[in-house]
């Protein structure tokens, strides 16, 4: 019940495309739903993040989309860039009490110029 | 948002011996998680370091094999201890800021041959 599933595993892109990376979770008390940018070498970096309580939010080229009855929430890059190129990881968590961040697998993204 | 550093950045240790990473952040903070993330893969918990009190280990994690320090609202340490060469990963810890927010340090890059 603690599992947080992504997919793809890896996906490539051509510049100016839209990449869409897609997220499943099973815990219904999770109210935090968070993705995170990782370059290789570095820390992860928050890069957008959601509540149940809204379907959508946006910020800049970066859209999370959630669907709370099918427990599921996708982040959507628009105009792709080849800076882009990073490994992306959801997340999800309850924000009551310490805050344990359950990972999904991961998404290598390559923007093609 | 919080500035984090740790220290050593990265590292090459011998099976058997130990290694103690610090975890540094520019402003006080309640939480403080430590990650592994091994090669190629997501992120799992090892453990909340609890200030004044001992940490709280996730399942498969205990406190001989990664004993962790809070000895204030800036600082804490995770050694791994009797290294072996599956404790190869990168070791990283965050903050929880603003209740919500998690920030992740530079990571510790720990190859033990």
């Known amino acids: 019940q603690q599992q947080v599933k992504q997919s793809p595993q890896s996906l490539i892109v051509q510049k100016g495309g839209i990449s869409i990376i897609n997220c499943a979770y099973e815990?219904?008390?999770?109210?935090?739903f968070p993705w995170y940018q990782q370059f290789p070498g570095k820390g992860p970096a928050l890069l957008i993040a959601i509540r149940p309580d809204v379907s959508e939010k946006k910020e800049g080229r970066f859209t999370i989309s959630f669907n709370k009855s099918a427990k599921q929430f996708s982040l959507h890059i628009m105009d792709s860039q080849p800076g882009d190129s990073a490994t992306y990881f959801c997340a999800a968590s309850r924000i009551q009490g310490a805050q344990k961040l359950v990972f999904g697998q991961g998404t290598r993204l390559t923007i093609n110029p | 948002s919080a500035v984090i550093s740790q220290k050593p950045s990265r590292d090459i240790c011998q099976r058997g011996t130990s290694l103690t990473i610090q975890c540094q952040v520019d402003s006080q903070v309640t939480m403080m998680f430590w990650y592994r993330q091994q090669p190629g893969q997501s992120l799992t918990l090892i453990a909340t370091a609890n200030q004044g009190s001992e940490a709280t280990y996730e399942s498969g994690f205990v406190i001989d094999k990664f004993p962790i320090s809070r000895p204030n609202l800036t600082f804490s340490t995770l050694t791994v201890s009797n290294m072996s060469p599956e404790d190869s990963s990168i070791y990283l810890c965050s903050v929880e800021f603003l209740q919500e927010t998690q920030y992740f340090g530079p990571g510790t890059r720990l190859l033990v041959l």
């Open positions: 815990n219904t008390a999770f109210d935090y």
